[in-house]
């Protein structure tokens, strides 16, 4: 019997319409999708009148659901992943069925698409020749060590952060003494109303705590 293929595919950030073509035909074409959201992918795929099975699939049961996923492709069912919202592994899910496969020999295939960092960085007017990309920081546990790591970066550095987080995040960059460094906030990336705040720490800090940040960024930090 011919083992299957898992599918990793891109889903949009925003615009439901920043997905590809091949993309939907992987969609219409697995026999499962596992879904880090599966309310949320069902809306993708209800937009797109896509009718497949479609299981749940996030970072709460990715380690007990793994094998059981292994030996299913392994039986030769396609699976396709999603994760709620650009490609699956990048600060979501993922990485632990990839990994698996991959150990399994079961062929791995990452369709080209959205991830939120990539037009954060191009937008910036920072230099992305060379760039470090951090996703998340921790949030208590060795998050100074990292965030010091991070300031004497001579390349421009890419993170994720919440609008719960972000203040905080500024004023300790003002505190290593780096409030001069410029940096760009993006977030609402290709929905309606994004938007793209650029300046030194010191002044998008003053912004936010004017008026209070809203939705997930990328943060585009400028290297030492």
């Given amino acids: 019997m011919n083992k299957g293929q898992l599918y990793v595919v891109p889903t949009p950030i925003g615009n439901l319409k920043d997905i590809t073509e091949r993309a939907l035909e992987v969609l219409r074409s697995?026999?499962?999708?596992?879904?880090?959201?599966?309310?949320t992918t069902g809306k993708l795929l209800r937009h797109y009148d896509i009718d497949?099975?479609?299981?749940?699939?996030?970072?709460?049961?990715?380690?007990r659901a793994v094998d059981a996923i292994v030996d299913q492709i392994n039986s030769g069912l396609n699976y396709a992943l999603c994760s709620d919202a650009g490609t699956p592994a990048i600060s979501d899910p993922g990485?632990?069925?990839?990994?698996?496969?991959?150990?399994?020999?079961?062929n791995v295939c990452c369709l080209p698409g959205a991830t939120a960092f990539v037009p954060a960085l191009v937008v910036s007017g920072l230099p992305c020749d060379r760039f470090i990309f951090e996703g998340f920081l921790p949030h208590k546990k060795?998050?100074?060590?990292?965030?010091?790591?991070?300031?004497?970066e001579s390349s421009t550095t890419v993170l994720y952060e919440s609008p719960h987080r972000v203040i905080k995040l500024l004023e300790e960059i003002v505190k290593y003494?780096?409030?001069?460094?410029?940096?760009?906030?993006?977030?609402?990336?290709?929905?309606l109303?994004?938007?793209?705040?650029?300046?030194?720490?010191?002044?998008?800090?003053?912004?936010f705590v004017e008026k209070a940040p809203r939705g997930?960024?990328?943060?585009?930090l400028e290297g030492k």
Avoid: M, Y
């Fill in 30 to 39: 697995a026999d499962l999708i596992l879904a880090e959201d599966t309310r």
């Fill in 52 to 63: 497949r099975p479609i299981r749940s699939f996030h970072l709460h049961n990715e380690h």
């Fill in 95 to 106: 990485f632990l069925l990839v990994r698996a496969c991959v150990e399994a020999d079961i």
């Fill in 142 to 152: 060795g998050r100074q060590k990292r965030l010091l790591t991070i300031l004497e």
């Fill in 177 to 191: 003494e780096c409030g001069d460094r410029r940096i760009v906030l993006c977030r609402e990336i290709s929905k």
């Fill in 193 to 207: 109303h994004e938007e793209v705040v650029r300046g030194s720490v010191h002044e998008v800090l003053a912004r």
């Fill in 216 to 220: 997930e960024f990328v943060v585009v």
